[in-house]
């Protein structure tokens, strides 16, 4: 009899399971004191949020979104009229109730069939509390930074604060084990730096230390984002950790940005769709970059992913218009050694990039009838005559062919650096140096190698000042 029994339990265990589990989603919405209105029901994608239904609320604010298929697990919101708006997660089970009042729909949130967003409500609710709590406290440290006694107590508790709001994110995790709840207060999570000991004969201790902190930080920023967890890209998460990391982490060079690129690929290349979300923002990022040197972290992103053919969902069009404009970029990268320009000049000998024996070198594209040249150019002379920097040599050269009005300007302006004439462009200045627009500059140093680029003129000297103290 017994056996039968626990027969029969067995059998309703699957029943049991697509009951809890059914499939596609169904969330009743209530929103008290909205009646015959419109809300959304949308999602997070990275930095930007979608919409992904429309709920009419009926003359009591009820309505409801349903699909027969399940929803990609992460954030969504419902979002009210006045761009208020709500947070839900979505995860395994897509189907429970949601009611709140429209006045004050955070603090009367309420779920049914959902415990998870039930302990994401307390969780924000508690979350939120602390942060004021901490806001507080940092307020009180700043008023008594001239008080000695009050700063050592605000201080240590501050750091008692910190640590009991990491101690509560940890509980939450561990409450929540395996659950997206978990998964999203985990890579929220600060890191554990530890106290680092400097030996005491090292003579810039506080240098050391900062480098020490630094790297641990670098290498272990990562530490709680998992790169696999494909409903991470539902959340502003993955992208608000990526540019945090890309713009305030690492070190603005390209040699050390692309060795952090290498390592993040390397986490999320075996799944797909992170992957792709992972490349595109760092191509985008880097592209858009206004940031001197960082066209060689695009055209490694573009060897190494784009024109590999591992991005599959770009078009034909776009890679072949990409390995046009990496084409352009990669001769006068930073750090590559210039290519000589030969041509004929104002005094009617011919001259070349590589006869000027200089410390450092500005190549100057510019034209007569350009207004940002008529601006950067005068500026440019008084740098060049006042005071003279004779280890300095400007090599200009103008991209039209109008000669009458070249030289007119040259004699107008006593321009006495040297003034190159290569209107049929058989140099093929255009495409060493990607000269798409004037002014344009660079600045190379006595081997004739770009240190750099695309500066305005006003900031040549001050660079220069800085290259000769920290670089040379």
């Known amino acids: 009899m017994r056996k039968i029994a626990f027969a029969f339990f067995l059998t309703l265990i699957p029943v049991i399971l697509s009951a809890q589990l059914k499939s596609g989603y169904e969330i009743d919405v209530t929103i008290h004191g909205l009646r015959d209105s419109t809300i959304f029901f949308a999602y997070h994608y990275g930095e930007k949020q979608y919409i992904k239904d429309t709920l009419k609320l009926d003359n009591s604010g009820r309505g409801k979104v349903m ?50 967003n039930t302990s994401f409500v307390a969780y924000q609710n508690k979350w939120l509390t602390m942060q004021k709590e901490a806001a507080s406290l ?22 008692s604060q910190e640590y009991n709001m990491k101690l509560y994110l940890k509980s939450v995790i561990s409450e929540n084990n395996g659950n997206l709840l978990a998964t999203l207060v985990k890579a929220l999570l600060p890191l554990d730096v530890p106290e680092f000991k400097v030996p005491s004969m090292v003579s810039n201790p506080d240098s050391v230390k900062w480098i020490y902190n630094y790297n641990y930080n670098k290498y272990h920023f990562f530490d709680n984002i998992d790169f696999t967890d494909e409903r991470l890209l539902r959340t502003p998460i993955i992208y608000g950790r990526l540019e945090a990391f890309f713009t305030n982490v690492v070190i603005q060079a390209p040699d050390s940005i692309n060795k952090e690129i290498d390592k993040i690929i390397k986490k999320c290349e075996s799944d797909y769709k992170i992957f792709q979300f992972v490349s595109v923002y760092l191509f985008n990022h880097f592209r858009e970059s206004e940031i001197m ?52 000049s104002y005094k009617g000998i011919f001259v070349s990039l590589y006869d000027v024996n200089k410390e450092f070198t500005v190549l100057y594209f510019w034209e007569p009838d350009c207004g940002h040249c008529k601006e950067a150019t005068p500026k440019l002379k008084v740098y060049y005559d006042k005071p003279r920097d004779y280890s300095l040599e400007i090599f200009a050269v103008c991209t039209t062919a109008e000669k009458a009005k070249w030289t007119k300007y040259i004699e107008d302006n006593k321009l006495t650096w040297i003034n190159g004439w290569d209107p049929d462009r058989k140099s093929h200045f255009d495409y060493y140096y990607n000269v798409q627009s004037t002014p344009l500059v660079y600045i190379l140093d006595k081997n004739k190698k770009i240190i750099a680029k695309k500066l305005a003129v006003e900031q040549i000297g001050t660079f220069i000042e800085n290259y000769r103290r920290y670089f040379k």
Request: proline share 2%.
């Open 293 to 344: 040197g960082h066209d060689a972290v695009m055209v490694k992103l573009a060897d190494d992913i784009y024109l590999s053919g591992k991005a599959d969902w770009v078009s034909k069009e776009f890679k072949d218009d990409l390995r046009k404009q990496v084409d352009l970029i990669r001769p006068n990268l930073i750090g590559k050694k210039a290519v000589d320009l030969i041509m004929d």
């Open 67 to 116: 699909s027969q298929e399940s929803l990609p697990q992460g954030i969504y919101m419902i979002v009210l009229p006045g761009k208020k708006y709500f947070e839900v997660l979505i995860s395994k089970i897509q189907h429970f109730s949601i009611e709140c009042s429209y006045d004050d729909f955070f603090g009367t949130l309420r779920f049914k069939g959902s415990d998870e």
């Open 138 to 159: 940092a307020k009180r440290v700043q008023n008594n930074k001239q008080n000695n006694d009050s700063l050592k107590f605000l201080t240590t508790e501050q750091k």
